[in-house]
């Protein structure tokens, strides 16, 4: 071998027991004819640690709880030691950050889509979960119901609706009152006039349909009333001036 050449051994030790081990590694240089250069030999010392225990990290959200062998560990990403073979590990479906963002279970780094997952550790492992983050669309319609309320895939859209016309609840509503649909709005800003639409949820929103009083039905029943009670007096006093 030459002087500026150079060249990788790799060696497979096997223990049969997890303890400190002080090994020691030798190297020398041959000539051309495989002789060894006894000035050449060189020794090293050193120790090794063989352990029975597995090291598991499991990366997650700072909110995300991970449960390994049926304990709960704090709310985070969880690095632990463990003994080979069989392991439960789980995590759960739902995360709620606050009352309009959460965390949706999606899938863990190896592909895995299991919520709860039985392992058999035979090496150090590495694993993180994947969570999609969603926000919550808030429909607040007293007046009509609304379709379209719940919790939507971050950068998705939503859809949402009330009918266009709605009856008002009451004597009102019975005499033919109703709501006529003006816009969707989110605090003072119209979001559309249709009672049909759609938002891409960036974030949470919350929408609030505005109405206004139809009243052309209920006064024409109104009319009706008051003209058929001037003609009932009318008629009820002529009666009386006309009797003996």
């Known amino acids: 071998m ?64 991970v449960t390994v062998d049926g304990v709960a560990s704090k709310p985070g990403s969880v690095s632990t030691y463990l003994s080979p073979g069989t392991h439960s590990i789980s995590v759960l479906s739902i995360v709620p950050k606050n009352d309009s ?10 592909g895995s889509t299991q919520l709860a997952r039985t392992m058999n550790l035979q090496g150090n492992t590495t694993l993180q979960t994947v969570y999609v983050t969603q926000y919550r669309l ?44 003006q816009g969707w709005y989110e605090g003072d800003k119209l979001t559309t006039s249709s009672n049909i639409g759609s938002i891409t949820m960036n974030e949470s929103h ?13 006064l024409l029943f109104l009319a009706a009333i008051i003209a058929a009670a001037i003609v009932l007096a009318y008629y009820s006093k002529k009666k009386q001036k006309s009797a003996p």
């Not at 971050?154 to 009451?170: C, H, I, L, R």
């Not at 009083?213 to 209920?218: D, F, Q, R, S």
């Open 2 to 65: 030459s002087s500026s050449g150079t060249e990788s051994v790799t060696f497979t030790l096997r223990f049969s027991t997890a303890k400190t081990y002080r090994l020691s590694i030798g190297a020398v240089f041959l000539d051309s004819s495989f002789n060894v250069i006894t000035e050449s030999l060189t020794k090293q010392d050193f120790s090794i640690v063989v352990s029975d225990r597995l090291f598991l990290n499991v990366q997650t959200q700072d909110t995300v709880i």
């Open 101 to 110: 963002t959460r965390l949706r279970f999606d899938h863990w780094s190896d």
């Open 138 to 181: 808030n429909l607040i319609s007293p007046e009509a119901s609304a379709v379209g309320d719940g919790w939507y895939d971050s950068g998705s859209s939503a859809n949402f609706s009330v009918p266009p016309t709605s009856p008002v609840k009451g004597i009102a509503g019975q005499l033919g009152d109703k709501w006529i649909f």
């Open 206 to 218: 919350t929408l609030t349909p505005r109405w206004k009083h139809n009243y052309e039905l209920p």
